[in-house]
C-alpha cells in the first residue's frame, strides 16, 4: 500500500509494507539516516526520536501506516543543509554536549519538543525531557547546560 | 616565565560537531553502499554444548539467501586473537556461551537473513556449564577449555604480610562481588565489507583498533594483511567494547562467500551476548592496620570471571592486581588473582580495565577502616595516601604522578564540607562519601606501546593529521589538533584530521588505555618539528636561501629580505613536482629499567599514574532502600588540560558510568535461564539519574607529557561507586558489599544499627 505524509515539509508517498517501523522507512527508504537504531527497534534509547505532528516519539515504535496524513520532522529538518544551525544546535555544539553524537539528533529533537511547549524550562523539566535519550559518553551535564543555552537564545529570538 | 600557550588549554570547538547536530554524520549502518546484502548471525542457545550436527542445505536453497558460512568454511585461521587466538570466528564442534557466532548467514534484505537463520539445523549435544569464577577453579568443574580453567594467575608479594597481620592492631576481612557490566556504546557493533574484484576487502568499521582489525581479518580469511583495507568510519562510543574483532571477522567472512558488499549490523542483544563486558569479580580483601589508622599491610585474593573467551582479560588481570592497593602506601603487599573462563558472554576491556573492581573493594575497606576505629574516613585516607617519592607496591616510583594528592585531599575535604551542610528531604536520609582512585596510562612494560602520526601540510593552507589511532567519540580528534596546532604556533581551526584509512595512515596502535592524549600528542609534536624543518629546506630550496637563514614562524617561512613564504605556497610548489610536505613521527611510553621493575609478566607495571578523588552525596530511603544521588564532586589531576570542555566530559561521562556500576546495571542470568540483554532490563543511568556533576581539574603538569598533559579516559569511572557506596554508609549504616546497589540489597544487608535510629 501507499503512505503519504510529510518528512520535514515535504510530501512523501511511500509504497511499502504498513507494518514497517517508521524507523526503517525514513532510513531504507528516505536516506534520512540521523533517526538511529540502539537499542534493537524496542524503544528503550529514543536515539531514533523524531517528532510527529511536533511530539516526540521513538520511531521504532511507530508504523509507518500510523503516520498517513501526518507531519514527521527528522534531524535533517531543523536546519538547511549546509546552512545556519538551529539555535539548539548551535547550543549542543557550543556546550561540548556532543561527544559519539549517536544519540545527539534524538537529543536535539527531545529538547526541540519541550522548548516548543515550554519556553523557559526548569532543570529538572530539562532532565524529564531528555530522560527517554539514553546518553553513555556525557554524563547529560552538557547537554543539559545546551538545553538551558538554547531557551535563553530563543528567548532572546522572540 | 613559561611562556603563553595559544590554543592548548581553551575548549576549542570540536569540528564533528556540525555534522553530529546535523545528523549527516555517517556511522557504519548508516553508509550508502549499492547493492549491498545483509548477514545475520546464527547463535548458541546454550552456555556449554557440542555441536552433533549443523545442516545448512534448507537455508542455502532458500530464496534470497546468497550465502552460509560455517567454521568449515573459513578459509584461514579459524580463531583469532586480542591477546590469544582462543576465540573462534564461528564455533568449532563446540558452543562455550550462549550467544557465540554458530553460523553465518547472506541474504539480500536484512529480514530475508534473519528469517533464513530459522532454516539452518543444528543438533546440539548440552554439556555442564559453569558461571561462576570461583566455582570454575574447583576440582571437577566443567572445562571451558581443555587446557583448563585458569587463564591467568598473579601472585606477588612485597614486604613481609604476615609480620604486618602478626603486628597489627585491627585486622579487617571481607569479600566484595561486583557484577557483569557492559560498555553500553549507544551505537551497537556494526561493519560493512566490500569484497573488492581483485580479491582484497575493505571493511568500514566502528572500531578502537583497525590496525588490529586487518591483522584478525586477514588471518581468518587466509589473506595477507596488505589485501584487507580498514576505513574507520564515524564511532558511536566504544569504552572498551569496540576493543574487539568479533563483527569486523564475521563481515569479512560474508563479504568474502558472498563475493559482494555485506553489512552486519548488531542487534542490541547480540551486542550483550558477544562483545566484552566488564570482569565481574570476587574479591577477598584482608587488611592490617594500626589503630591511629595506619595501614600496614593487606592481603588479596581475588577472581575475575573471564567468560569463555580470554579477550584482554590477562592485560585486565594486571591492572586489576596493580589496582588493589588503590592511592595508598602500603608497605607489605600479598595480592593473588585468578583469571578463570566459565561459560559467561566473554569479558574483555571496559573503561578502566580491572580498575573499577579493585577500587571497590579497597575504598570500601578504607572506609571500613575508619568506622571501625571511629575516625574520619578521610583523614585516615590522608594518614595513608602516597606521597612524591613513595613506590607503588610494584616497585615503581610514584614522583610525579603523586605530586597532586595533598590537592586532591584539600579539595575533597571543601567539597563533603560544602555537601554535608544540606540536610535530607523527608523521609530520607543524606550521607556523603568519598573515594580516591589511580589509573595507570598505557599498556604497560614489556608490550610495544607506541603511536605514530603524520602531519602534513596542503596547498591550501591547512595542515592534515593523518592520525592512526580513532577517536571514538571522546574527541581526541580536537585534542590532537590543538596540540597540533600549539606546535606550529597555528590557529587550531587550520588543523583537521583525517578519517583513519590503514591504507594512508600509519599505525597509531588501540585507542585505549588512556593513553592517545599523551602518546599521539608526543608523536604530534615531533612530527611537527620535523615538518617545520622540512618547510625550512623546501622553502630554501624555493628562494635560493640557505636554511639557516630562515625561520618558521606561524605558518610562514620569514626570508631574511623581510619577505614571508607561506607554508601553503612552499607545498604548492613541492607539490608541483611530485612531492609531499609531510612529516611523521612515533612516541612511545618510556620503561626505563631504572623506573620499571623487570621481574614482572608482560604487561606490568605501568610506569605513569594519574590521580583523583570523588565525594558523593546520596538520600537515601530507608523504608524503600532507594537511593539517590543528588551530587558528584570530581577532583582530577589530568596534567594539562588541552580542552577543558572536552576533559570535563571525560569525567562526567566517566561518573555517569560509575553510577550506573554502583546502582543500576548488572546483566545477571534471569529466572528463565536467560541472560539479561537488552535496555529494557540492562539500566543505564538516565538525565534523571546522574546528578550535576562538579569537576575540578587539577593540572600538575607532567613534564614528559605534551605541554604536560597526561591522560583523562578511564579516571573518572573508578571512585565513583566506592563513593556511593560509602554514602550510603554515611546515611544509613549499611555496608555494602556487593554492587549493584539495589534497593533489596540495602534492605536486606547486615550492619549497622536500623537507619531510623542511627545518630547523626
Same mark, same amino acid.
Given at each position: ?10 510530501? *512523501? ?11 526503517? *522507512? ?33 520511531? #521504532? ?31 549542543? *555544539? ?5 561527544? #559519539?553524537?549517536? #544519540? ?30 539514553? #546518553? ?7 547537554? *543539559? ?14 | ?32 553502499? @549499492? ?67 554458530? &553460523? ?60 604486618? !597481620? ?6 579487617? @576481612? ?5 557484577? $557483569? ?81 555485506? $553489512? ?26 594500626? $589503630? ?126 560544602? =555537601? ?34 603524520? =602531519? ?82 623546501? &622553502? ?17 617561512? =620569514? ?20 612531492? $609531499? ?29 594519574? !590521580? ?50 554502583? =546502582? ?9 535461564? @536467560?541472560?539479561?540483554?537488552? !535496555? ?81
Amino acid at each position: 500500500m501507499t503512505v503519504s505524509f510529510a518528512v520535514n515539509g515535504r510530501e *512523501v508517498q511511500i509504497a511499502c509494507d504498513p507494518g514497517r517501523t517508521l524507523l526503517e *522507512v525514513l532510513r531504507e527508504e528516505l536516506s534520512l539516516t540521523g533517526a538511529k537504531d540502539g537499542c534493537g527497534g524496542e524503544g528503550e534509547c529514543g536515539a531514533c526520536t523524531v517528532l510527529l505532528d511536533g511530539e516526540p516519539v521513538n520511531a #521504532c515504535l511507530v508504523l509507518v501506516g500510523q503516520v498517513e496524513g501526518r507531519r514527521v520532522e527528522t534531524i535533517e529538518g531543523l536546519a538547511p543543509p549546509g546552512g545556519e544551525l538551529h539555535p539548539i544546535q548551535r547550543a549542543f *555544539v557550543e556546550a561540548g554536549a556532543v561527544q #559519539c553524537g549517536y #544519540c545527539t539528533p534524538g537529543a536535539v529533537l527531545a529538547a526541540r519538543a519541550l522548548l516548543s511547549r515550554e519556553p523557559d524550562p526548569s532543570e529538572e523539566q530539562i532532565r524529564e525531557a531528555l530522560a527517554g535519550n539514553l #546518553c553513555r559518553c556525557t554524563g547529560y551535564a552538557k547537554m *543539559v547546560d545546551a538545553v538551558r543555552r538554547a531557551a535563553r537564545e530563543l528567548g532572546r529570538e522572540a | 616565565m613559561k611562556p603563553e600557550l595559544g590554543t592548548v588549554g581553551r575548549s576549542e570547538p570540536r569540528k564533528d560537531a556540525r555534522e553530529k547536530v546535523t545528523g549527516a554524520a555517517r556511522y557504519v549502518a548508516d553508509l550508502e553502499a @549499492e547493492g549491498a546484502l545483509w548477514a545475520a548471525v546464527l547463535r548458541s542457545p546454550h552456555h556449554s554444548a557440542r555441536i552433533v550436527s549443523l545442516g545448512t542445505e534448507r537455508a542455502r536453497r532458500a530464496p534470497e539467501v546468497v550465502a552460509v558460512v560455517t567454521s568449515a568454511d573459513v578459509p584461514g585461521q579459524k580463531r583469532y586473537a586480542a591477546i590469544l587466538a582462543d576465540q573462534p570466528a564461528l564455533a568449532v564442534d563446540v558452543v562455550r556461551h550462549k550467544g557465540e557466532p554458530v &553460523a553465518l548467514l547472506v541474504a539480500r534484505t536484512r529480514e530475508a537473513a534473519r528469517s533464513a537463520l530459522g532454516l539452518l539445523e543444528v543438533e546440539y549435544q548440552e554439556l555442564p556449564a559453569v558461571l561462576d569464577p570461583v566455582a570454575a577453579l574447583e576440582p571437577g568443574a566443567p572445562p571451558v577449555h581443555e587446557n583448563g580453567n585458569l587463564l591467568t594467575r598473579y601472585q606477588f608479594t612485597t614486604g613481609d604480610p604476615d609480620a604486618a !597481620f602478626a603486628g597489627a592492631e585491627v585486622v579487617l @576481612e571481607e569479600t566484595f562481588r561486583v557484577q $557483569r557490566v557492559a560498555p553500553g556504546a549507544l551505537e551497537p557493533e556494526a561493519c560493512l565489507a566490500r569484497w573488492e574484484g581483485d580479491g582484497s576487502l575493505t571493511l568500514w568499521v566502528s572500531s578502537q583498533k583497525p590496525f588490529e582489525d586487518r591483522r584478525n581479518v586477514a588471518a581468518v580469511l587466509g589473506l595477507p594483511e596488505e589485501r584487507v583495507r580498514i576505513v574507520s568510519a564515524v564511532v558511536g562510543g566504544a569504552f572498551g567494547g569496540k576493543e574487539d574483532s568479533g563483527v569486523a571477522v564475521l563481515a569479512g567472512l560474508a563479504a568474502w562467500a558472498a563475493r559482494g558488499t555485506v $553489512r552486519v549490523v548488531n542487534d542490541r542483544w547480540e551486542s550483550f551476548l558477544a562483545h566484552p563486558k566488564r570482569h565481574p569479580a570476587v574479591v577477598r580483601y584482608r587488611l592490617a592496620a594500626l $589503630r591511629d589508622g595506619t595501614i600496614l599491610g593487606v592481603d588479596v585474593l581475588g577472581h575475575l570471571d573471564k567468560g569463555a573467551y580470554a579477550s584482554y582479560g590477562p592485560a585486565v588481570a594486571g591492572i586489576f592486581t596493580e589496582s588493589l592497593t588503590g592511592a595508598y602506601r602500603i608497605p607489605a603487599v600479598r595480592v593473588d588473582t585468578r583469571l578463570a573462563y566459565t561459560h559467561a558472554p566473554f569479558s574483555g576491556a571496559m573503561r578502566g580495565f580491572g580498575g573499577p573492581q579493585a577500587h571497590f573493594a579497597v575504598e570500601s575497606m578504607v572506609d571500613m577502616l575508619a568506622a571501625r576505629l571511629e575516625l574520619d574516613p578521610l583523614e585516615v585516607r590522608r594518614r595513608n595516601a602516597v606521597r612524591p617519592g613513595d613506590r607503588h607496591y610494584t616497585g615503581v616510583p610514584l614522583d610525579s604522578s603523586a605530586r597532586s594528592m595533598e590537592r586532591i585531599l584539600a579539595e575533597l575535604e571543601r567539597a563533603r564540607k560544602r =555537601l554535608r551542610l544540606r540536610e535530607a528531604g523527608p523521609g530520607r536520609r543524606a550521607g556523603v562519601g568519598v573515594s580516591l582512585a589511580v589509573q595507570s596510562m598505557g599498556l604497560g612494560a614489556h608490550v610495544p606501546d607506541d603511536s605514530t602520526a603524520r =602531519l602534513e601540510w596542503l596547498p591550501d593552507g591547512r595542515v592534515v593529521i593523518l592520525a592512526g589511532s580513532p577517536d571514538l567519540g571522546q574527541g581526541l580528534a580536537v585534542a590532537t589538533e590543538q596540540l597540533a596546532a600549539e606546535a606550529l604556533g597555528l590557529p587550531a581551526a587550520r588543523v583537521f584530521t583525517a578519517p583513519l584509512d590503514t591504507r594512508r595512515s600509519p599505525d597509531g596502535g588501540v585507542t585505549c588505555a588512556s593513553r592517545m592524549t599523551y602518546l599521539t600528542g608526543n608523536a604530534l609534536r615531533a612530527a611537527a618539528a620535523r615538518l617545520e624543518a622540512r618547510l625550512l629546506e623546501g &622553502a630554501a630550496e624555493l628562494a635560493g636561501r640557505e636554511v639557516a637563514e630562515l625561520r618558521y614562524q606561524a605558518g610562514e617561512v =620569514l626570508l631574511p629580505d623581510g619577505r614571508r613564504l607561506a607554508a601553503g605556497a612552499v607545498a604548492s610548489r613541492l607539490a608541483e613536482r611530485g612531492a $609531499r610536505l609531510a612529516a611523521e613521527a612515533v612516541a612511545s611510553f618510556a620503561y626505563p629499567p631504572e623506573r620499571t621493575p623487570q621481574e614482572y609478566p608482560v604487561g606490568i607495571p605501568h610506569v605513569l599514574h594519574v !590521580f583523583c578523588g570523588q565525594v558523593a552525596r546520596v538520600e537515601v530511603d530507608p523504608e524503600l532502600g532507594t537511593v539517590e544521588v543528588t551530587d558528584v564532586v570530581a577532583v582530577h589531576d589530568v596534567g594539562k588540560a588541552v580542552n577543558p570542555a572536552a576533559v570535563e566530559g571525560q569525567i562526567e561521562g566517566g561518573v555517569a558510568q560509575g553510577l550506573g556500576y554502583a =546502582l543500576s546495571e548488572d546483566m545477571p542470568l534471569k529466572a528463565s535461564g @536467560e541472560w539479561v540483554d537488552g !535496555f529494557a532490563e540492562y539500566l543505564l543511568p538516565t538525565a534523571r539519574d546522574v546528578p550535576r556533576i562538579e569537576c575540578v581539574l587539577l593540572e600538575e603538569a607532567e613534564a614528559s607529557g605534551p605541554w604536560g598533559a597526561k591522560g583523562v579516559g578511564e579516571m573518572g569511572v573508578a571512585p565513583t561507586a566506592p563513593a556511593v557506596a560509602n554514602a550510603i554508609f554515611d546515611a544509613v549504616g549499611v555496608r555494602l558489599t556487593r554492587l549493584p546497589a539495589s534497593p533489596e540489597a540495602i534492605l536486606s544487608s547486615p550492619g549497622g544499627p536500623p537507619p531510623g535510629e542511627r545518630p547523626r
